[in-house]
Nanobody, 126 residues
């Protein structure tokens, strides 16, 4: 089971950018599908993006498409989420997640993922 640690959250003004990173250890990182999810106060956790084990296919929620870019570096056991043109509604705790499942389709369910990081807070001020 891979262990995950996120970093890179913070406070940014609307229109700004942040880059989140997730470092994996303790498992064959390049065999995992990786995902980013977020949870805003009082809301359920929602899918943001996922990337297959080789990094050849990446999928995004409609709410972030065109603004967020997910990538992975299997040599460094890391995934990143570049977030541009941030909006106040992007404010949430962002979680990195891993699964050995092959995710079919654009949207990934959090129940498909077996390993989770502790989360990193992203706050976007208006």
């Amino acid at each position: 089971q891979v262990q995950l640690v996120e970093s890179g959250g913070g406070l940014v003004q609307a229109g700004g950018s942040l880059r989140l990173s997730c470092a994996g250890s303790g498992g064959a990182f390049n065999s995992y599908t990786m995902g980013w999810f977020r949870q805003a106060p009082g809301k359920e956790r929602e899918f943001v993006a996922h990337i297959n084990w080789r990094g050849g296919a990446t999928y995004y929620a409609d709410s972030v498409k065109g603004r967020f870019t997910m990538s992975r570096d299997n040599a460094k056991n890391t995934v990143s989420l570049q977030m541009n043109n941030l909006k106040p509604e992007d404010t949430a705790v962002y979680y990195c997640a891993a699964t050995r499942k092959f995710i079919v389709g654009v949207i990934a369910a959090d129940t498909d993922f077996s390993s989770w990081g502790q989360g990193t807070q992203v706050t976007v001020s208006s």
